[in-house]
């Protein structure tokens, strides 16, 4: 168990499985049959599509030969992995930017990644320069410039990288 830990910890435990099947030459549907699942389920899982939950991995560690807990322990590890992937860089610090430029929505609601550039052109025309220097560094000059240049009717700025 340690060594799989050690060499997949933080990778989706069904790309493992897809790896120990081809190993193996195990083909996946009568695998899945054989433990009483559906073929579809376990696709989804050896894509990386679904997680694997702990009922089903001790019924494939047992089938496999592995140690008890390995799958499940690997699927926890992928879960704290995506966990602090979504907390490292999703927000800019709010700290740094007033809430009275969106005053029409929640700013904790605001999904930074998906309305970049109504953020981007809001904060350029209407925020202070500290507001701008953290969307500069959350989002980098390059995205900032093109947001900017793309967005329907020009800003009043355009951000110059000196």
Same mark, same amino acid.
Request: glycine share 6%.
């Given at each position: 168990?340690?060594?799989?830990?050690?060499?997949?910890?933080?990778?989706?435990? +069904?790309?493992?499985?897809?790896?120990?099947?081809?190993?193996?030459?195990?083909?996946?549907?009568? $695998?899945?049959?054989? !433990? +009483? &699942?559906?073929? @579809?389920?376990?696709?989804?899982?050896?894509?990386?599509?679904? =997680?694997?939950?702990?009922?089903?991995?001790? %019924? !494939?560690? &047992? #089938?496999?030969?592995?140690? &008890?807990?390995?799958?499940?322990?690997? @699927?926890?590890? $992928?879960?704290?992995? &995506?966990?602090?992937? =979504?907390?490292?860089?999703?927000?800019?610090?709010?700290?740094?930017?007033? =809430?009275?430029?969106?005053?029409?929505?929640?700013?904790?609601? !605001?999904?930074?990644?998906?309305?970049?550039?109504?953020?981007? #052109? #809001? !904060?350029?025309? #209407?925020?202070?320069?500290?507001? %701008?220097?953290?969307?500069?560094?959350?989002? +980098?000059?390059?995205?900032?410039?093109?947001?900017?240049?793309?967005?329907? +009717?020009?800003?009043?700025?355009?951000?110059?990288?000196?």
């Amino acid at each position: 168990m340690n060594t799989y830990l050690e060499k997949y910890k933080g990778i989706h435990p +069904g790309f493992i499985l897809e790896r120990e099947f081809k190993k193996r030459a195990l083909h996946k549907r009568p $695998f899945a049959l054989s !433990i +009483g &699942e559906h073929p @579809q389920t376990l696709n989804a899982i050896t894509k990386g599509k679904r =997680k694997l939950n702990t009922a089903l991995a001790l %019924k !494939i560690e &047992e #089938r496999l030969g592995l140690e &008890e807990g390995t799958l499940a322990i690997l @699927q926890t590890y $992928f879960d704290i992995n &995506e966990e602090k992937q =979504k907390r490292e860089d999703n927000t800019p610090n709010l700290a740094l930017i007033r =809430k009275s430029l969106f005053w029409d929505t929640d700013i904790s609601m !605001i999904d930074w990644d998906k309305h970049y550039k109504a953020v981007i #052109r #809001r !904060i350029f025309e #209407r925020g202070n320069e500290t507001e %701008k220097q953290e969307l500069i560094h959350f989002y +980098g000059a390059e995205k900032i410039n093109t947001a900017l240049y793309t967005s329907a +009717g020009k800003p009043y700025t355009i951000y110059k990288n000196k």
